[in-house]
């Protein structure tokens, strides 16, 4: 069976027909339930109540879980017909028709935490021309780390389909000033395995202390307690932004040599910058005119 991301944008993807489904489908309210509790219980919130982001609201499914909790949120999506059937069900948040890709346009501080359900990898595909995933990354982690209030968290659980998506948006956050990693509940069941992001806003990595993944038995439990990266994994973060070191295998690479300039026009191509095409000539040293 292809992956959602694979048959169309989330837009056209979620539509009517596929939206009815979250909405009367038991087995399918029944496991974004679960996942909404797992995530819930991960952000480790305060007993009073707190303002959540709910980001990839869909129908609502998530934000009744928190309703139950005491809590007030506010959901995002990108599919008019999702929204709408959580307007149909009368659910307590306010919801907002919105491409997470573009960036979040709440106020700084707005919110206590944030929480998102099988979201987050469809920024890793390109829908348009426009659309170049690395940036649109960028732009959401920046945008939802200036959004929350110091301290908070944020968890989302998320289907990565290569090693490389999890680089991808993990290091997206890292660069966005965010501390934390990864929970992988299930690590060694193929169709139970479950990834959530676990971010920090403005802690210092040091004081960031990861929850435990789920395991399926006690056995399975014992099997994994030497390989306990399979279950969480740290990366570094920090509030100012790191700089970019000019290091190739230990050899610093000089500035304005073929090698750093090839470098700086293969990072102007990735980002979308038009750049002059490379020949022999790149980096050629010129006489000086008298």
Same mark, same amino acid.
């Given at each position: 069976?292809?992956?959602p991301e694979?048959?169309?944008?989330?837009? *056209?993807? %979620?539509?009517?027909?596929?939206?009815?489904? %979250?909405?009367?489908?038991?087995r399918m309210i029944n496991i974004q339930s679960k996942m909404s509790e797992r995530a819930i219980e991960l952000l480790n919130l305060p007993n009073h109540p707190c303002h959540i982001l709910d980001i990839g609201c869909g129908s609502g499914? =998530?934000?009744?879980? #928190?309703?139950?909790?005491?809590?007030?949120w506010v959901g995002v999506d990108i599919s008019r017909s999702m929204l709408g059937v959580a307007i149909e069900r009368e659910v307590g948040g306010d919801l907002v028709y919105a491409d997470m890709g573009d960036g979040?346009?709440?106020?700084?501080?707005?919110?206590?935490?944030? *929480? =998102? *359900? =099988?979201? *987050?990898?469809?920024?890793?595909?390109?829908?348009?021309?426009?659309?170049?995933?690395?940036?649109?990354?960028?732009?959401?982690?920046?945008?939802l780390?200036?959004?929350?209030?110091?301290?908070?968290?944020?968890v989302m659980q998320f289907y990565p389909e290569t090693p490389q998506?999890?680089?991808?948006?993990?290091?997206?956050?890292?660069?966005?000033?965010?501390?934390?990693?990864?929970?992988?509940?299930?690590?060694? =069941?193929?169709?139970?395995?479950? %990834?959530? #992001?676990?971010l920090v806003a403005g802690e210092p990595n040091g004081k960031v202390v990861l929850p435990k993944g789920k395991a399926m038995t006690m056995q399975m439990e014992e099997d994994t307690k030497d390989s306990k990266q399979t279950e969480t994994v740290l990366?570094?973060?920090?509030?100012? $932004?790191?700089? $970019? $070191?000019?290091?190739?295998?230990?050899i610093r690479i000089p500035i304005k040599s073929r090698k750093w300039i090839l470098k700086k026009k293969e990072s102007a191509r990735?980002?979308?910058?038009?750049?002059?095409?490379?020949?022999?000539?790149?980096?050629? $040293?010129?006489?000086?005119k008298f």
């Open positions: 069976m292809s992956r694979h048959v169309a944008p989330p837009d *056209i993807f %979620y539509d009517e027909a596929e939206a009815k489904k %979250y909405a009367y489908n038991s499914l =998530s934000g009744e879980v #928190l309703e139950e909790k005491g809590h007030m979040l346009m709440f106020r700084a501080g707005s919110f206590d935490a944030c *929480i =998102s *359900i =099988s979201a *987050i990898q469809w920024l890793c595909n390109a829908d348009k021309r426009s659309h170049i995933p690395q940036r649109r990354l960028k732009v959401f982690f920046n945008s780390y200036r959004c929350l209030t110091k301290g908070a968290r944020a998506q999890v680089t991808m948006i993990t290091t997206a956050a890292m660069r966005a000033g965010f501390s934390g990693g990864l929970v992988v509940d299930y690590p060694n =069941s193929t169709k139970a395995k479950k %990834y959530f #992001l676990h990366f570094g973060g920090s509030n100012k $932004r790191e700089k $970019r $070191r000019r290091f190739t295998k230990g990735k980002a979308g910058r038009k750049t002059a095409g490379d020949s022999k000539y790149t980096a050629r $040293r010129r006489r000086p």
